[in-house]
């Protein structure tokens, strides 16, 4: 059976971990392979980077960090933050990433999100989406949350759905950073009308916030950043959780 | 031992070569005819599309090459459906070796396929030390249906081939780089053959 995936995300900064980074057992935290690597040992399914630089040497810190990981960690990783072009996803996925995130860059250029599935097939193209509940309507923002479009969250994800994306990185910006839970009904909605995984993004806090996302929100994989990064929650003791409540997982 | 990874432009081959690597080996990335042929073990890997991966095979003439191989083969993703009889993927004439048709996963499961499965019926060499059951990654639209050719099996939706032999010839349609510990017993399993 296809198992529910769990996925630590690292915000990268030239090369490096940034924030919220904790753990106690590592010679450097900051270090992403050391993270990503410890995160495959204890049972991560997925890794996420997401690159928050804004240097002239981005592109080449990036590929470079994007091979160090390739070389050293055996699970899949996908790689986002700043991607906008077709030869921007080929030097990444030469150097092993496995799959690229795209967000601003596909609402600015929708056909891009065609290119890259026609390129490179759909399966290595993510496209995540962040939205905002606003009145009532869920409508997509750019810039970390900070700037509406006038899209609508369930819209826009069919649209890139049919342009060929592979799958569907949804945040909730009215969950990110409360620890109050994944946006359950939004992602159950976006896994009815669209034929495609759905990862949940945004609010993750305890154990029981994963299993209400896979049971009530029907996301195939969930994304979580400091719970993992502060050992709040041990991705063995989650899985073993999941198991228990008839949950799928890889053990 | 020499390994080679044909390198025909489709896909993600350093992580195939870094797999490798980390169990000990090193392996040449190579699209020469007479490189291919002198390997020990040849890798033939894939990710993409099925009729643009076979035009770049036709370009490079190792369409003909590869299944007059006769040292271990292993197919890995695209690279086992290519080495089918034909794929739905692009109306795609495959390579022949294992004789069964590739087909699109029916829209009654989410497609593609991404994450782990579990793999059955395990019957093979390969997985020596995999226990029944055990996960691998998959990333999938597209699928080969049992045959007497099946050395593992999956449940998505239906039960499929996730893995086929043939004489020399070896397929897996997840990706043994990508999927942990297991994932490495299964290639080192295949270049220990």
């Not at chain 1, 839970?181 to 034929?195: I, K, M, P, T, V």
């Not at chain 1, 049971?215 to 003791?237: M, R, T, W, Y």
């Not at chain 2, 060499?125 to 995999?130: A, E, G, R």
Request: aromatic share 8%.
């Amino acid at each position: 059976m296809l198992a529910k995936r769990i996925v630590p995300c690292l915000d990268i900064k030239n090369g490096r971990t940034v924030k919220g980074v904790n753990f106690v057992d590592l010679r450097d935290a900051g270090d992403p392979v050391e993270l990503a690597k410890k995160y495959a040992a204890t049972g991560a399914d997925e890794l996420v980077f997401l690159d928050i630089s804004a240097t002239e040497e981005r592109r080449r810190t990036l590929v470079n960090l994007v091979r160090d990981v390739a070389a050293q960690v055996n699970i899949p990783f996908t790689v986002g933050g700043g991607i906008s072009s077709v030869e921007d996803v080929d030097i990444l996925l030469q150097n092993g990433a496995d799959k690229v995130s795209i967000n601003s860059s596909a609402v600015k250029r929708p056909q891009l999100v065609n290119e890259l599935s026609q390129k490179f097939g759909s399966q290595c193209v993510v496209v995540a989406i962040d939205a905002k509940k606003i009145d009532g309507e869920w409508i997509v923002h750019l810039v970390g949350g900070k700037v509406p479009t006038e899209l609508n969250l369930f819209d826009w994800a069919k649209e890139v759905e049919e342009r060929g994306a592979g799958e569907i990185l949804f945040t909730s910006m009215n969950n990110d950073g409360t620890k109050d839970g994944f946006a359950n009904d939004a992602l159950a909605r976006l896994s009815e009308e669209l034929n495609i995984p759905i990862i949940a993004s945004g609010g993750a806090g305890n154990v029981q916030h994963f299993i209400d996302t896979f049971k009530d929100g029907k996301a195939d994989a969930a994304l979580a950043a400091s719970v993992f990064h502060f050992q709040e929650i041990e991705i063995p003791d989650l899985k073993q959780e999941l198991k228990k409540q008839g949950i799928p997982v890889r053990l | 031992m020499k390994i080679v990874i044909i390198n025909y432009g489709a896909g993600n081959i350093q992580s195939i070569r870094f797999a490798i690597e980390r169990l000990g080996y090193d392996a040449i990335l190579s699209n020469d005819v007479e490189e291919i042929k002198s390997a020990d073990k040849v890798i033939f890997p894939g990710v993409g599309e099925a009729s643009s991966a076979m035009k770049m095979l036709k370009a490079t003439g190792l369409d003909t090459v590869i299944p007059t191989l006769t040292q271990p083969v292993l197919g890995i993703c695209l690279g086992m459906q290519l080495m089918c009889k034909y794929s739905e993927e692009g109306d795609t004439t495959g390579l022949g070796v294992f004789d069964v048709d590739v087909k699109r996963f029916e829209n009654i499961v989410k497609v593609p396929q991404i994450g782990w499965n579990q793999i059955s019926g395990l019957g093979s060499k390969i997985f020596n030390n995999v226990k029944e059951g055990a996960y691998m990654y998959l990333v999938h639209s597209y699928y080969a249906p049992l045959t007497k050719e099946t050395i593992a099996t999956t449940e998505y939706g239906i039960q499929y081939s996730t893995a086929l032999q043939k004489a020399n010839f070896y397929g897996v349609q997840f990706h043994p780089e990508k999927s942990s510990t297991d994932g490495a017993q299964i290639l080192e399993n295949f270049l220990n053959l």
